[in-house]
Structure formats: C-alpha cells, structure tokens
C-alpha cells in the first residue's frame, strides 16, 4: 500500500530561518501530493498541493515540487514567522480504483518558530 | 473555498453510553466522506469511508459495530461511536473530497469517563 515518510520532528527555528521538511512517498499510480497544516487546537487546514509531476504547489511563502523520480515533495519557505508553528502532514492521494482521493498521512512534524 | 462543520466540537461522556458525531459539508455535495481518529502528537489514521446510499468501507482493524457511520444525504455522514469506554477517547476528525482535494472539518474530541 501507500506510505509516507516525513522528516522527524520537533524542528525548532528563529525567526525569519529557512525551512525544509522532507517528505518520500510510495504510491502505485500518480498520486496527487498534499501538505495540510494542523495550527494548535484546530482541524487540518490544505496548504498546497501538486497534482502531476514537475508542478510547484505553493502557499503562504510555502512550496514544494512534486519530484516523481525522486519520489519526493519537500516543503521550504524561505523565511518562517512565529505564525507557522503548527504540525505539517505530507498526504499523496490515491489515484484511482475504489480508494480513489484516500488520503495516506506521513507521522506529522511539529514546528515550533521563536521570536 | 469548501467548508466541512463538525458536531459537537467536544463531548465528554460517561463509559457504555454512546455518541453521535456529525459531519456535513456545508457548501458542496459529498457522497464520499472520511473519518480520521487522531491521538495525541500523532498523525490521523484513517478510520472508514462513508459512502452515501451504500455501506461504509472499513479500514482493517476498525470494528465497524463499534463505529457505525451513516451517510445519510449528500452533505451529512454521522459516526456513532456505541458503547464508549476510556479508550475511545481521542480527536475525530471528518473529511470531505471537492475534486481531488480533502477538506477537513475542525474535528470532535471525545472523552470517555
């Protein structure tokens, strides 16, 4: 089945630092790839998305590029803000067959930015 | 963009009885729903898939007479969580797919006495 694998966390940064959280995946198929975002206390929230390969999905100052000889779809942002502490979930969707648009969570990292 | 609602946000309850969760999509039709259980610091694990008009889908391991999930129009799915115990207790959380994005409601937590 499908699987994912996200960058441990905690990752703990400054203010205004360059963020990566890597993420792997395996899927049969093209998945489409998805980074949600849980703040503290709420639901998932979608950040971006990318649905073939070579696309950019970005947000917020976030973005990530769907890689499908690597298998991958980081998340960067290039100068993070107090605001972006909060867990990040990396989620390829199945692409089709009776599980289509089933989502497959990575373990979460927790984010936590410092004035 | 799409918005999921979830009913209640919280409910605490005594062990044996049972609980109602709602999940409605509030501005588009689903006839696919989805229900994650979330412990703490860890990720969602899907739970079952709500299908309007038919039966769930459970995922392996989820008793699906302890968790029993009715869609019951295209913008409603309920899971009943019967008989609760202890540990039951946990953050539920529904989805809904508008094209193939997931939108998520809030989530319920759940706490068994």
């Known amino acids: 089945g499908d699987s994912v694998t996200q960058m441990e966390g905690p990752v703990t940064l400054s203010e205004e630092a360059f963020l990566t959280i890597n993420c792997t995946y395996t899927a049969t198929g093209y998945p489409s790839l998805f980074w949600y975002v849980q703040y503290p206390g709420e639901g998932l929230q979608l950040l971006l998305k990318?649905?073939?390969?070579?696309d950019k999905g970005s947000n917020k100052g976030f973005e990530a590029t769907y890689r499908k000889e690597t298998t991958s779809f980081h998340l960067e942002k290039g100068s993070v803000q107090v605001s972006d502490s909060a867990v990040y979930f990396c989620?390829?969707?199945?692409?089709?067959?009776?599980?289509?648009?089933?989502?497959?969570f990575g373990q979460g990292t927790i984010l936590t930015v410092h004035p | 963009g799409a918005v999921v609602s979830q009913h209640p946000s919280w409910v605490i309850c005594k062990s044996g009885t049972s609980v109602k969760i709602e999940c409605r999509s509030l501005?588009?039709?689903?006839?696919?729903m989805f229900w994650y259980r979330q412990f703490p610091k860890q990720s969602l694990m899907l739970m079952a898939t709500s299908n309007e008009g038919s039966k769930a889908t459970y995922e392996q391991g989820v008793e699906k007479d302890k968790f029993l999930i009715n869609h019951a129009s295209l913008t409603l799915s309920t899971l009943t969580v019967t008989s609760a115990h202890p540990e039951d207790s946990s953050f539920y959380i529904c989805?809904?797919?508008?094209?193939?994005?997931?939108?998520f409601g809030p989530g319920t937590r759940l706490l068994v006495l």
């Open positions: 501005d588009f039709q689903a006839t696919t």
């Open positions: 989805s809904a797919p508008m094209g193939e994005t997931q939108y």
């Open positions: 990318a649905t073939k390969a070579d």
């Open positions: 989620a390829p969707s199945n692409a089709g067959g009776t599980s289509y648009g089933k989502l497959t």
